[in-house]
Structure formats: C-alpha cells, structure tokens
C-alpha cells in the first residue's frame, strides 16, 4: 500500500498533498508499506448511503497500519473487533476492502 511521508517531519497520511500540512514545508514521498494492520475502531453501518444500500449491513473499520503511524479506513468483509489483525483484500469503486488475517 501506498503511503505519504514528509520529509520534514513525522507526518504520514494515505492521501497525497502538495505540501505537508502539519509543518507546512516538508515535501511528502510516496513510500511503500505493507497494507496489514490492526482494528482502531470500528462501526456498523446498518443505514447506508443510496449507492451503498446493496451491501448494507456492513462495517467500517479505522485500521492502524503495523509498519507506519497512519491510520485507514476500510470496510470489512467480515464482523472484527477492536485489536483484531486485518490485511488488505483488495480495492472496491476505491474504497479499501479488509479481512481478518488468520
Ligand atoms: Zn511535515
């Protein structure tokens, strides 16, 4: 999975900017790193938008990367808990789509 360091200071995200918005100066670089993580949090979604109605009831999980302080949103294919270890199944419509790793 692709990433985004500044070079300047600690900052990661998964979304790339032109600038790092935390220390206003440094130039992120895209870094690579392994998708698997833990489960931060997570939440059902029971009523979901129009275009997500078909595959409602789901979840949607905030998973803490193992190898960069970056933190994802994915939705899940399966119920999970807090602290599970998940990795990445694949990308759906751009939205990233987790499973339990076993
Ligand atoms: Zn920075």
Do not use: W
């Not at 100066?25 to 275009?51: C, M, N, R, W």
């Amino acid at each position: 999975m692709k990433i985004f360091a500044c070079m300047n200071c600690d900052y990661h995200s998964v979304t790339s900017k032109y600038t790092c918005p935390k220390c206003q100066q440094g130039k992120l670089q895209e870094t690579e790193v392994s998708p698997k993580g833990t489960v931060y949090s997570f939440t059902d979604i029971h009523v979901a938008p129009a275009e997500f109605a078909h595959i409602a009831p789901y979840t949607v999980a905030l998973i803490q990367l193992d190898e960069a302080p970056v933190k994802v949103t994915a939705r899940m294919d399966s119920e999970v808990t807090i602290g599970d270890a998940v990795e990445l199944k694949g990308l759906e419509e751009g939205a990233f789509i987790y499973t339990k790793a076993n």
